[in-house]
């Protein structure tokens, strides 16, 4: 005789109470506003310059003087004057070829050579590795105006007045904040997925550039974006390395150039000059603004 045992009715799950503090209640209304109205100061801080430079670009050397933070009220025609003024008297094309040329060369070099460094110093254990990454970060902290001059007699006497001289200086400046970002990326690598590599037999030249600077791609992009911005805003460097009467002075020394002496300045093309010197790194920001933050938080995981 089978007995049946009848199912016993489902309670009710009885709801919580959500403990006081435990959700998230978000920012309040007048916080927003605050925060908005923070946002939109550091905003106007930092655009304020550009949109002042930008103005002053098309006004007149009159209008410009009696009226530098209004908007230009006077012919277009005559602002524009400012630019073909400005690109006769610097020759600006050539400076911005030499721009090119000298940043992109830093770059490259910069990342390339940076990024071996930092891979080497972190696998390998040794005493003079740990004091060679030492160095590198010690270098962060030295101002550039105590070997300013041993940097300018130096370079005169290995003759480094030329492209290939300042991107062998601009890979000496830049390395230090360059290996220390390499570095902390690499630390945060499982060494098994290189000793996986070698056991598919490859060496360790072709670990490093078939698995390793792959994955270096996210520091590899912020430390490019960084030096680019630097080194193509750079002026104290090429001026005193170049000169001023160099052939391959570049943006920031033709516009110093436009200054004058005297007094003898046009305030107007110098204005419009400094516009078309900051298209080109601004527009490479934009672009590449989003890589920063994904490379600096991917080389922060391991100090």
Do not use: H
């Not at 400012?82 to 910069?110: D, H, P, R």
């Amino acid at each position: 005789m089978s007995t049946t045992t009848a199912a016993a009715p489902a309670q009710p799950v009885a709801k919580q109470k959500p403990v006081k503090g435990t959700n998230n209640p978000g920012v309040s209304p007048m916080g927003k506003v605050f925060l908005y109205i923070i946002l939109i100061a550091l905003t106007c801080i930092f655009l304020g310059p550009i949109l002042f430079v930008f103005m002053n670009s098309f006004k007149s050397k009159f209008e410009l003087s009696n009226n530098p933070f209004g908007l230009p009220i006077g012919d277009t025609f005559v602002g524009l004057e400012n630019y073909a003024t400005g690109l006769q008297l610097s020759n600006f094309f050539s400076s911005i070829l030499w721009s090119f040329v000298i940043t992109i060369g830093s770059v490259a070099i910069i990342v390339m050579l940076c990024a071996m460094t930092a891979y080497y110093i972190t696998r390998v254990k040794r005493w003079w590795t740990s004091a060679l990454y030492y160095i590198f970060v010690f270098s962060m902290v030295i101002p550039f105006q105590m070997v300013m001059f041993p940097t300018v007699q130096v370079s005169s006497i290995l003759g480094l007045d030329n492209p290939v001289g300042m991107m062998v200086l601009y890979l000496g400046f830049g390395a230090g904040l360059s290996v220390f970002m390499f570095a902390g990326f690499v630390k945060s690598i499982p060494i098994d997925i290189e000793e996986a590599a070698t056991i598919d037999g490859c060496n360790p030249v072709q670990t490093y550039f078939r698995v390793v600077l792959p994955m270096l791609k996210p520091t590899a992009i912020t430390v490019a974006i960084l030096n680019t911005m630097w080194v193509w805003n750079d002026f104290l460097l090429p001026n005193l390395v170049l000169g001023p009467g160099s052939e391959y002075r570049t943006i920031p020394i033709v516009v110093q150039f436009l200054l004058g002496s005297n007094g003898n300045r046009d305030m107007g093309a110098l204005m419009a000059m400094l516009v078309l010197a900051i298209i080109p790194i601004v527009i490479f920001y934009i672009f590449m603004q989003k890589y920063i933050i994904q490379g600096v938080a991917a080389g922060a995981v391991k100090g």
